[in-house]
């Protein structure tokens, strides 16, 4: 093989994949475009549907003591936190059943859509979820002023 065959080749190869990568990123931005306002009307929808609880979770994120906080807990409030074996260290996140009827089928619908995770186990007495980013994200976004 000489040498003008090897550089036609690799000039050729090279070509190929800068066309390839051209053409193939619009078509992710489209996808991901359309999954985010997929999203955005999703939250908007659940938005309206349980306003009190993610205004909660808004200036939940929005305290600057809960800027990096991602995790929250679901208690009733007659629980002893040690009592039920609750030890946490420093500020956390809790909503309590009490205060939202609907909070565990409005937790089940946001760990469908993926917007939080069930970090703690089931069968015990205080359930465990996470905030992923998206949902922050959006909790961040929403204006909450009515005009």
Known sequence: MDILSLVAGFLAGALTIYLASYFIKPSENKTQKTVDAGTINLFDQLWQTHERLLNEMK????????????????????WGWERWGFHRRGPCIAYFLEDHSDLLPLLDSLTSYGL????????????????????VELLRGKNTNKS
């Open 116 to 135: 939080i995770s069930q970090t703690g186990e089931t069968g015990k007495n205080t359930a465990r979820f996470q905030l992923s980013e998206k949902l």
């Open 59 to 78: 200036q939940d994120v929005e305290n600057p003591d809960f800027k990096f906080h991602r995790e929250f807990y679901v208690l009733k409030k007659g």
